[in-house]
């Protein structure tokens, strides 16, 4: 076996990696990410084992935050980026190590490796794998998968200038307990909801960042044809990037499309004022290659989900900027500042033809908890009256496997009493569906990103105030969410941690849950799978 990876839902016969990634992550874009996790892995024993404080670690916190995310699926492919961030990291590692003594501390706290070479042969030993129990590796994964999530999270607001030194001490503690082996799997357990707190410390810190900054999403039709100018595609999730290539392309008579996790953008205030701001092409991040063809003008990845491009021509016109990265193509480092320079993407569309029209129309969104709340009146009655039977939160992630079709058509066959409230890019299994309205209450309510999934909590605990219930579970709401990457680990964790239960998730069970694990989540918190439309309706709906 030459590289193993099991953290997303796509993973090789639903059981690991262990040649080359679905996702297009060869053995040693694999092997890096390991040997970079585990160099923050031995930064975070040495502050957690030296009782060293987040707060003195200046620089260092933001690159941990940027280490895990490039490890995220999807975000970063680029094994020269990859090499150097290790590199960085081995360098952080032994400047704090400068300061304390070594007694006590492990491999990952002081091993060396320079070159490639040397980095391969080290990755090898200390990739998932290297965990032998199967029910602690599979607790040891879960956490990591929360914490990469987490850090994901954690450096899009660290973008809008909020940062909060208990997330970093946490991201610390998590992953030197992933390396201690006096841990039982109940200690690991614990840790685990623990990492569910911190998830929905981080998300709250997100949305007060991105709320604070761009003001409160609000109801919004978006766009999703095309106009004759040429054109930049942005996709990802980094919001202070957008702002600032819709800051540099103002006036230059290039438009701006958004694209899979960019299309929430367009609900915030603060990114109406842009003329250029044309619309939103494309779907979800897996119908990229043929999307990315008929649109002509360069695309911007802020972060995942990148699939590997299959033409060289598409290659050239694809940046990446940000935790994100692709081998071959070119990366807009950020100054100083947080400042980046996009003159060469808006240099380069003026030179391309406009897109091609794929679609014709409007969507609607902005369905985040501040505007739901505006209409709470509304939606209270709606419940009271029978009106609003029940409400399902279809959050989380799409993909390309045919099983996710089972969304659409669960979509679809929802009685007309039900609402969707829903984040994340799974959306676009079902956001041009047209499914209606109820007395004026679109049957679709789309929050946002996958980020704002705590949009969705936060509606939940105001619900259940509004109706003076002791339990979030009394709530007419069911939730049947669809997974991909390790961001809805962590979405999935905080939902855990504040208490909802009977989550179905789909479209399989995470490969990473060895068989008790998976146990202890269905015998507390009646987690599910899915099975078919018309039956878990009828088991929803009972
Ligand atoms: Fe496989 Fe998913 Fe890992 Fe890619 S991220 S190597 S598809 S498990
Ligand atoms: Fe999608 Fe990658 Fe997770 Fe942000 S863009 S939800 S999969």
């Known amino acids: 076996m030459s590289m193993f990876c099991y953290q997303c839902q796509e993973t090789a016969r ?30 975070s024993e040495i502050v957690t084992k030296k009782g060293i404080d987040a707060k003195t670690l200046g620089a260092v916190n933001g690159d941990v935050l940027s280490s895990l995310f490039m490890t995220i699926t999807n975000a970063n492919f680029d094994d020269n980026a990859l090499e150097r961030q290790i590199r960085k990291m081995q360098g952080s590692r032994d400047a704090i190590l400068r300061g304390v003594s070594s007694e006590g501390l492990g491999d990952a706290a002081t091993f060396k490796a320079e070159t490639r070479a040397a980095m391969l042969e080290k990755a090898s030993s200390v990739g998932v794998l290297a965990t032998e129990n199967e029910d602690l590796r599979s607790l040891r994964e879960l956490i990591i998968y929360g914490v990469k999530g987490m850090a994901a999270y954690a450096e899009h607001a660290k973008n809008l200038g909020k940062e909060d030194p208990e997330i970093y001490a946490f991201i610390y503690k998590a992953l030197a307990a992933t390396l201690n082996p006096d841990l039982s799997a109940d200690d690991l357990v614990a840790l685990t909801l623990e990492t569910g707190k911190y998830g929905v410390s981080v998300m709250a810190m997100l949305d007060e960042a991105n709320t604070s900054r761009f003001g409160n999403p609000e109801i919004t039709k978006v766009s999703i044809g095309v106009r004759k ?40 205030p603060a990114f109406k004022k842009y003329d250029n701001f044309a619309g939103n092409y494309g779907n979800a991040w897996w119908k990229q290659s043929s999307e990315f063809e008929s649109f002509h003008g360069p695309v911007i990845f802020t972060t995942n989900c990148i699939v ?31 400042k980046k320079d996009f003159s060469e993407v808006i240099a380069l569309a003026r030179t391309l033809p406009a897109p091609d029209e794929i679609e014709k129309g409007e969507i609607v969104g902005g369905f985040a ?14 419940v009271k009256s029978g009106a609003v039977r029940k409400f399902f939160v279809m959050a989380g992630c799409d ?16 009685p007309k009493d039900t609402v969707i409230l829903t984040a994340g890019c799974a959306k676009y299994r079902y956001n041009k569906l047209n499914l209606g309205d109820i007395g004026g209450i679109p049957r679709v309510l789309d929050a946002g990103q996958c980020n704002d999934s ?55 069970l995470p490969a990473f849950l060895s068989p008790n694990v998976a146990k202890v989540l269905v015998d507390t918190f009646g987690i599910g799978g899915i099975g078919s439309v018309d039956e878990d309706i009828k088991m929803f709906m009972a």
């Open 14 to 43: 639903g059981t690991g990696c262990d040649v080359r990634g679905v996702c297009g992550k060869s053995e040693e874009t694999a092997k890096l990410q390991d040997l970079l996790l585990y160099a923050v892995k031995g930064i």
């Open 229 to 268: 100018n040429p054109a930049i595609l942005i996709s990802g999730h980094d919001l202070t990037d957008l702002e600032q290539l819709l800051e540099q392309t103002k006036g230059s008579g290039v438009d701006v499309y958004t694209h899979g996790e960019m299309l929430p953008a367009h609900y915030y």
């Open 308 to 338: 590997p491009p299959r033409s060289e021509e598409v290659r050239s016109r694809i940046f990446t900027t940000g935790s994100a990265g692709f081998p071959g193509c070119k990366h807009i480092e950020t100054d100083a500042k947080g």
């Open 369 to 382: 908890h501040s505007q739901v709340m505006a209409l709470a009146d509304k939606v209270i009655d709606a």
């Open 399 to 414: 993909g390309r496997m045919k099983s996710r079709e089972y969304y659409t058509e669960f979509a679809e066959k929802l």
């Open 454 to 508: 705590y949009s969705l909590a936060v509606i939940a605990l105001k619900l259940k105030e509004a109706f003076g219930l002791d339990d979030i579970n009394k709530l007419p709401i069911a939730y049947n969410i669809a997974w991909y990457e390790q961001k809805a680990c962590i979405v999935l964790l905080a939902l855990l941690y504040l208490g909802v239960k009977n989550i179905h998730l789909g479209p399989t």
